[in-house]
């Protein structure tokens, strides 16, 4: 977006009218043909994830409406101009890559939608590692909003609350952050809050395989996707009295610079056969990285994860803090769920960590034109 110097007059009445210079703030996110954005889209430095669920009684077309307005502000507010009726228009004006990215959970199909029309999503599992709580659980509708800077999220987040309040109540809201753009080089893989470098081995969107790891073509939703939401909570307290050795081991990589036990640089492939000076596995097959692995190609998956941090609820150890753990692929059943499996039978992270908050969601594919999302599936 061209940038234009203010005039006296909106220097006299604008908060940010020093603004005349370039800015990342005015960096949009084009929206694509055929997906929703805010999946192959780099992430962003902040996140905030909203749940709803639909006023009891509601039917498809209280559905039909609510997606329609929220469509609108997010196609607005993504291209940095307000909201409809928006009462903080100026708070629009740096969009910093918002994206909105809606999902519907598969209780919330099988009320509205008949059979063939509903995408196959079946809910998770039961894994014996969780320590699931309600107020994280599976919410009728999710919203992932993403944007570099936080007043930019905070109004965004405002416009599609206020819009969709006349049809479903919050279930929660999760905040998420990465680094702030401009701390690390672009492209810099995310720490996550035990300092590990985490989102290595992770399909890219330049990837020949990406689309089929990703984008669904399941009739009647092809190019939507399927989102698994994991809360996860890290035991910081308890992970402060692991030493380095024991924190690398845990997970199979260096604390330093993220490279496999085996390797020397971030992107070497690891060596899972290797073996040490006694005979034992340099990377211990009971490691994160050993039993996430997976040998079968279409058993991977994208992972778009945040970290948070707030306040313990019970304020026994100063801070709740963990991973927003997204997860995009075409088929969960096929691709997150065995890997999860196998981390829940074993992996050493689990003695400092643990879900508390679990939910799937289908994520429709791009509007139609003059459409709005989720119209594939609604109308
Ligand atoms: C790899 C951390 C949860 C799946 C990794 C790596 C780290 C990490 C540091 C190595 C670097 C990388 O390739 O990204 C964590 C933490 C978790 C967590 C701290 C929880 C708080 C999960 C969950 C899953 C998962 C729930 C899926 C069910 C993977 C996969 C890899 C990986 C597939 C790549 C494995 C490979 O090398 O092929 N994780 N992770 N992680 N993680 Fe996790």
Redesign the pocket.
């Known amino acids: 977006m061209a940038v234009t110097a203010s005039t006296p007059e909106q220097t006299a009445t604008t908060p940010d009218a020093g603004a005349t210079g370039a800015s990342d703030g005015y960096q949009t996110v084009p929206a694509l043909d055929v997906h929703q954005v805010g999946i192959s889209t780099p992430p962003q430095a902040h996140a905030t994830l909203l749940g709803w669920n639909l006023n009891p009684g509601s039917g498809v077309e209280q559905l039909r409406r609510m997606m329609r307005l929220l469509s609108d502000d997010a196609v607005r507010l993504a291209a940095g101009s307000p909201a409809l009726a928006d009462t903080e228009e100026e708070l629009a004006r740096f969009p910093s890559r918002l994206t909105v990215t809606f999902g519907f959970s598969p209780q919330l199909m099988a009320r509205l939608l008949p059979r063939q029309r509903r995408p196959r999503l079946a809910e998770l599992p039961t894994f014996g590692q969780d320590r699931l709580q309600e107020q994280w659980g599976q919410s009728d509708v999710i919203a992932q909003v993403c944007a570099d800077d936080p007043i930019t999220l905070a109004h965004a987040r405002r416009m599609l609350t206020k819009d969709a309040r006349a049809f479903a109540s919050i279930a929660w809201t999760q905040h998420g952050f990465r680094n702030a753009r401009g701390t690390v080089p672009d492209g810099t893989?995310m720490r996550?809050l035990?300092g590990?470098?985490?989102?290595?081995?992770?399909p890219s969107p330049d990837d020949a395989d990406f689309d089929g790891l990703v984008w669904s073509d399941q009739e009647g939703f092809a190019g939507g996707t399927f989102l698994?939401l994991?809360r996860?909570?890290?035991q910081m307290d308890r992970w402060d009295r692991v030493d380095r050795a024991g924190r690398e081991a845990t997970?199979?990589?260096r604390l330093r610079d993220?490279a496999?036990l085996t390797g020397f640089s971030e992107f070497d492939e690891?060596d899972f056969e290797a073996t040490d000076r006694f005979g034992f596995p340099v990377i211990d097959p009971a490691s994160?990285?050993a039993r996430?692995?997976?040998t079968d190609p279409a058993e991977?998956?994208l992972?778009r994860?945040y970290n948070y941090a707030v306040e313990d609820p019970d304020r026994s150890t100063g801070e709740d803090a963990?991973?927003l753990?997204l997860?995009y692929c075409a088929d969960p059943a096929r691709q997150?769920v065995p890997?999860?499996q196998r981390?829940d039978e074993q992996d050493r992270?689990n003695e400092w960590?643990h879900?508390i908050g679990s939910a799937v969601y289908a994520i429709p594919p791009a509007a139609r034109p003059d459409g709005y999302v989720g119209d594939v599936l609604l109308e």
Do not use: E, K, W, Y
Request: charged residues 15%; positive net charge; proline residues 5%.
């Open positions: 893989t996550n035990m590990q470098v985490d989102g290595t081995v992770n698994v994991r996860i909570r890290m997970i199979g990589r993220g496999p690891p994160h990285v996430a692995h997976s991977r998956f992972r994860a963990g991973l753990f997860a997150f890997v999860q981390l992270l960590v879900a």
